[in-house]
């Protein structure tokens, strides 16, 4: 059965600090990871992900692949307490019904 | 501007009373999907579509109805709905050949 893990499942850190999140997949036919940020609204797209080793970059964020061990981490530099919300990962695959399998989340918390 | 719109945004029902949330899209996408989201547990896909009249059982479809009759609405039907469907549900939309979705701002649904 396809699925995707992440890890740790909440977090809270002060702001400046680095935070590294995990997400692991079992996923038939992989095509795909992407990242979303969740604050208490809609997902919002961060970043996709399809080739190792390639670091994907957004201002303090940044994120890669390694399909080899599969799984991707999602770094967050400097932290802000707007950085505070729900990271999602998920990973699409399983041919072509173009299907996107989400983890649990991450609930990060920035404090002051 | 490029959206996914949801109605109603909150809703508050009780048991076996049928309701409708509706969907629509603005970007002529392909691909709709409906998610639910609860503690825990992630995103889970309820049905998707691949098309208009093109629909598909996703992970958790029962007790949910779909149809696709125009491109851009993909309503979400609760024929009886139950306390266990009491979730935060979102429409999302992509084009056929693209991993990322657009995320409609949620449905948060309560049945007593």
């Known amino acids: 059965e396809d699925k995707v893990v992440q890890s740790p499942l909440s977090l809270v850190v002060h702001e400046g600090d680095t935070v590294t999140l995990n997400c692991s997949y079992e996923?038939?036919?992989?095509?795909?990871l992407l990242w979303y940020k969740q604050e208490k609204k809609a997902p919002t797209f961060l970043f996709m992900l399809?080739?190792?080793?390639i670091e994907k970059k957004s201002g303090r964020l940044s994120s890669i692949l390694d399909k080899k061990e599969l799984f991707s981490i999602l770094n967050i530099t400097a932290t802000q307490t707007g950085d505070s919300a729900v990271y999602l990962c998920?990973?699409?695959?399983?041919?072509?019904?173009?299907?996107?399998?989400f983890g649990q989340g991450t609930t990060l918390q920035v404090k002051p | 501007e490029a959206q996914v719109t949801q109605n109603p945004r909150y809703l508050i029902t009780v048991t076996g009373k049928k309701l409708t949330v509706t969907c629509s899209q603005n970007?002529?996408?392909?691909?709709m999907s409906w998610y639910r989201q609860d503690p825990g547990l992630g995103l889970r896909q309820i049905y998707y579509?691949?098309?208009?009249?093109?629909?598909d059982k996703g992970d958790v479809p029962e007790g949910y109805k779909v149809s696709r009759k125009e491109k851009r609405n993909f309503p979400l039907i609760l024929e009886s709905p139950s306390p266990n469907q009491t979730s935060l549900y979102f429409c999302a939309s992509s084009s056929y050949d693209s991993a990322n979705r657009y995320f409609g701002p949620g449905t948060r649904l309560t049945v007593t």
């Open positions: 579509s691949m098309n208009v009249e093109v629909t």
């Open positions: 399809t080739s190792s080793g």
């Open positions: 970007m002529n996408h392909e691909y």
């Open positions: 998920a990973v699409h695959g399983s041919g072509n019904t173009g299907k996107l399998i």
């Open positions: 996923v038939t036919n992989f095509r795909s």
